[in-house]
């Protein structure tokens, strides 16, 4: 019994390869110069524009899986990327150009947007972290950075110069005008041409804060202001005068003064005459007294 245990034991530690395992390490021994890693780089090619069925365009370089190296891509609605391209993918750096003049500069990783920076058709750059334009209490715009505030009936009163004029009714929505009777923008150059539709959210917050025509009253405002004063129309009345005044090294009453000596004078008399009038009337009627007596 002890010696079959043995037997078995032993037999079933020992792991014999197969007869497959042989014949593959055979073969990759033999051609281990053949299996070696080759670059599958793939030649590009440049082409003319490529027309899609939904509308969109890109003219660049390609490859056998696609759109690949460098090129433009056309959207239907008039956006543009331009940039790199791998495996018909947006892949590496690139920026997409909206109608409106904003940029968007990015890096793009098989067609994913993991890095971005915005930038407004003036010029001016989006921060994500610490966003302080036109915000409270520094509400300029970025012409105003540029050559500064200037005086009163000559502001900039809108980050496009010249300041264009509004229909009456409309009010400026950056891209476009809008009216709030039909509740939606329209191109400033054709306003029969509607640009978009408004959420109504958005619509109350054009009302509230868009220049409009004719123009609306302004005032002081609270909330853009951290501590502020109301207006005063009348002006605080001046002291009264001093009671004393120098004037060529002597000391000289002021009328006040000397109509207050006087109110005083007068006081004292009579408070002197009712003195006597009460002695006079308690003798007297001390005198009356001892008579009786």
């Known amino acids: 019994m002890s010696l079959?245990?043995?037997?078995?034991?032993?037999?079933?530690?020992?792991?014999?390869?197969?007869?497959w395992e042989d014949l593959m390490r055979k073969f990759s021994e033999a051609h281990k110069?053949?299996?070696?890693?080759?670059?599958?780089?793939?030649?590009r090619v440049q082409r003319s524009m490529k027309m899609f069925p939904t509308?969109?365009?890109?003219?660049?370089?390609?490859?056998l899986l696609g759109m690949s190296g460098y090129g433009v891509y056309k959207f239907p609605n008039d956006v543009?990327?331009?940039?790199?391209?791998?495996?018909?993918?947006?892949?590496?750096?690139?920026?997409?150009?909206?109608?409106?003049?904003?940029?968007?500069?990015?890096?793009?990783?098989?067609?994913?947007?993991?890095?971005?920076?915005l930038v407004f058709a003036d010029g001016l750059e989006y921060d994500e972290m610490d966003w302080k334009y036109c915000r409270p209490p520094d509400r300029r715009f970025t012409i105003e950075y540029e050559k500064g505030l200037q005086p009163a009936g000559k502001s900039f009163l809108t980050a496009?110069?010249?300041?264009?004029?509004?229909?009456?009714?409309?009010?400026?929505?950056?891209?476009?005008?809008?009216?709030?009777?039909?509740?939606?923008?329209?191109?400033?150059?054709?306003?029969?041409?509607?640009?978009?539709?408004?959420?109504v959210r958005e619509q109350k917050w054009i009302i509230e804060n868009c220049r409009t025509c004719p123009d609306k009253s302004l005032g002081?405002?609270?909330?853009?202001?951290?501590?502020w004063v109301e207006p005063q129309d009348t002006l605080p009345k001046p002291p009264k005068p001093a009671s004393t005044s120098h004037a060529n090294g002597s000391l000289n009453l002021s009328q006040t003064?000397?109509?207050?000596?006087?109110?005083?004078?007068?006081?004292?008399?009579?408070?002197?005459?009712?003195e006597s009038d009460s002695s006079e009337s308690a003798f007297s009627s001390c005198s009356a007294t001892s008579s009786a007596l």
């Open 220 to 227: 002081p405002r609270i909330d853009l202001y951290e501590e």
């Open 80 to 117: 543009i990327y331009e940039g790199e391209f791998d495996d018909g993918m947006f892949h590496g750096q690139g920026k997409l150009k909206y109608p409106n003049g904003v940029v968007l500069r990015g890096t793009w990783k098989k067609g994913k947007l993991t890095d971005r920076t």
């Open 55 to 63: 509308g969109s365009q890109y003219e660049g370089s390609w490859d």
């Open 257 to 274: 003064t000397y109509e207050q000596d006087l109110e005083m004078e007068v006081a004292f008399k009579n408070l002197e005459v009712d």
């Open 4 to 19: 079959s245990k043995s037997r078995g034991n032993s037999a079933s530690g020992t792991k014999r390869a197969s007869q």
């Open 160 to 199: 496009e110069q010249p300041t264009r004029p509004i229909p009456p009714g409309y009010y400026d929505t950056g891209d476009g005008f809008y009216d709030p009777k039909t509740k939606a923008v329209y191109k400033v150059d054709d306003l029969s041409a509607i640009v978009r539709s408004p959420s």
């Open 33 to 43: 110069e053949e299996c070696k890693t080759v670059s599958v780089d793939m030649p």
